[in-house]
């Protein structure tokens, strides 16, 4: 009995230690995902490049992305990203030298098509049915020329083992060569259900 109760002991303060560990990780993911959240709501382009998960610079260049996002508007593409909520963060899952973690979450989006190619209300009614095959009918209205849409979605957030610094990627699992090319096996395999 002796020697049970100081191993019973060790096991319940190891207990404690990895749950305030994974409790940290949920807080300090949710932090860094509300400061990636407003760099989005303040298009603020460098802010967001800094917080996105660096392998995916291997497929597309930064400037190209910050590019992309400058040029929407010029192109008769306004948007607007608000209400970001985090609903969940899974547990933290390591392969090789790297943290991920699931963050399931919602946020509202508008978005308003200004160039001549989509005047035509055809048009916006592709747009309209493609937003909603997409999102689902409930989650998108549409007034005034723009569209209104309810979002959930999922990103992992990843780290290094030594680090706390989180970026960010979409868990589009309608992409998956993209996933297999920046994600281990196990983490898809695990996240994508």
Known sequence: MKKILPTL????LMALQLTAQDADHRAVVSDSLKV???ANYDKDYDKIMDMVYPRLFDIVAREDMIAMFEGMASEGIEFEISNGQ?????DVMV???ERFARVDYRMDMMMRFT???YEAEATQDVIHTSFQAQYGEENVSRKDGAFYITSAKSMIAIAP???ENWTFMEMNVDQPQLLEMLLPAEVIE???K
């Not at 002991?9 to 319940?12: G, I, P, V």
């Not at 985090?86 to 899974?90: C, E, M, Q, Y």
């Open 115 to 117: 160039g001549i190619e």
């Open 161 to 163: 083992l030594d680090q």
């Open 190 to 192: 695990v996240f994508a």
């Open 36 to 38: 990636y959240l407003q």
């Open 9 to 12: 002991l060790l096991t319940c």
């Open 86 to 90: 985090v609903d969940k963060i899974s």
């Open 95 to 97: 392969q090789g030298e």
